[in-house]
């Protein structure tokens, strides 16, 4: 197989590009597909959604949204050794995120000089679509990370989108999981026929104010487009990762921390980025067999991946490694570094920092608590990961006594004069005390 291989200093700035951009080119290649998608969502609500369900899952959905007695059967059915194991990963993820709830300072002011008072009011989004993928498999997981955060912050609607089963079903540990998390509004719909669903309302799925949650670049498109109509949360595009490490990281373990997030899906990224050549060596050169153990077509997907979005970056120095990072900003960070600790002040931009051997992806990714609903395409550089915050908004809060008023309407009516308003400062002069 080929495992790309770049000596960083030495990459022409073409390639350097491309592999910034990553799979981001995707996006904007199904952008045109997906608006007359989005229009035939918003003229025929339903009727568009059965159609797109059997046209694109082969599924032929009566009801869209999922009924009780789906719940029940679904929790009836599903493996009992599952079932524990979600629920474990469920509290570790609301216990992290109540924790984040519990620093939320819901109402406060500040007296910024004697009767004059500035704060802030926290509260929940009004309404909120959740959109969980399927692509080749079923993402429980995906659902907890939205909806723990989602039910602790508060949020009155709740509403979740997933693609339906070949059968027009949906996906059993997906339903036991949004139970468990507090959330029953699941309607089998997926793609960008969902977001458009969500940003204009059908007859069954309810239009909301926001939506989060990862997907295929047809609803990372259909995001963008509809941003306008609905806030379209953090960008959550195709799965990414640098395993940024030195001579101290184990090589074999290595290769399975890249290719953790590299079965994802063709348009992911994996990047071991590393200034140790024989760290870098060793992982381009047994890489393959590796992948060679792993079923179809997570084996298939991982060739492709390392051949193209992901590979092995060897640069000159940690300094320069820990500089591609915050220019890549990726949306998981395994550092495997010798003290590792005392360089994550310099690590700026990433979704997600796992720190050390004992610290895989896959824990990240499920049980630990944190959310793995993560910034994608660089926008870590100014987006975070999700928390209770993606959830809740702030309004500003003010008043002012009559003292305060006194104090300070004449330095105000100074600036309203300057820029030109006169009845703010007008306000001010002929105001009844």
């Not at 949906?170 to 998390?181: I, K, Q, S």
């Not at 941003?227 to 990762?241: C, K, N, T």
């Not at 310099?346 to 993560?374: D, F």
């Not at 915050?389 to 702030?394: E, G, Q």
Request: proline share 5%; net charge negative.
């Amino acid at each position: 197989m080929s495992v790309a291989f770049y000596r960083w200093a030495q990459t022409d700035e073409a390639t350097r590009a491309r592999i910034l951009k990553r799979g981001q080119a995707d996006i904007e290649a199904v952008a045109e597909k997906v608006r007359p998608i989005i229009e035939d969502v918003r003229a025929r609500g339903d009727a568009a959604l059965r159609e797109y369900a059997q046209r694109f899952e082969g599924a032929v959905v009566s009801d869209i949204r999922v009924s009780g007695a789906e719940f029940d059967a679904a929790e009836s059915r599903l493996d009992e050794r599952l079932k524990q194991a979600i629920e474990r990963c469920v509290r570790n993820v609301r216990v992290f995120h109540e924790e984040q709830m519990h620093r939320v300072e819901r109402h406060w002011m500040v007296e910024v000089e004697p009767g004059v008072w500035a704060g802030e009011q926290v509260s929940a989004v009004e309404s909120v679509g959740l959109y969980v993928p399927r692509g080749k498999g079923a993402f429980p997981s995906a659902l907890y990370m939205l909806a723990v955060p989602a039910v602790i912050a508060g949020v009155p609607q709740i509403a979740i989108v997933t693609p339906p089963t070949p059968d027009g079903g949906c996906d059993a540990a997906t339903l036991f999981t949004a139970r468990l998390c507090g959330v029953e509004n699941v309607y089998k719909c997926g793609g960008a026929q969902a977001i458009a669903a969500l940003a204009y309302g059908t007859q069954s799925v309810p239009a909301v104010r926001k939506v989060l949650g990862p997907g295929s670049p047809y609803v990372a498109a259909a995001k963008k487009i509809l941003s306008e109509v609905l806030d379209p949360g953090m960008p959550a595009g195709p799965s990414e990762s640098i395993v940024l490490a030195d001579g101290s990281a184990d090589p074999d373990n290595t290769i399975l921390d890249l290719l953790n997030e590299a079965e994802h899906g063709d348009d992911s990224a994996a990047l071991l980025v590393t200034h140790d050549e024989a760290l870098a060596t060793y992982v381009k050169n047994n890489m393959g067999k590796i992948i060679d153990t792993l079923p179809s077509p997570h084996r298939e997907i991982c060739h492709h991946v390392m051949a193209n979005y992901g590979g092995v970056i060897l640069t000159e120095s940690l300094e320069d490694s820990i500089a591609f990072s915050n220019l890549y900003a990726p949306e998981h960070l395994h550092l495997k570094v010798k003290n590792g600790h005392e360089i994550l002040a310099s690590l700026r931009n990433a979704g997600e920092i796992l720190i050390g051997e004992y610290t895989p992806s896959s824990l990240g990714n499920y049980g630990i608590g944190v959310n793995h609903v993560l910034p994608t395409g660089g926008w870590a550089h100014s987006y975070s990961c999700t928390s209770v915050w993606d959830f809740l908004k702030r309004t500003s809060l003010s008043r002012c006594d009559r003292a305060g008023f006194e104090s300070l309407k004449d330095d105000v009516a100074v600036l309203t004069d300057y820029e030109g308003f006169p009845a703010h400062g007008e306000v001010l002069r002929r105001r009844k005390l």
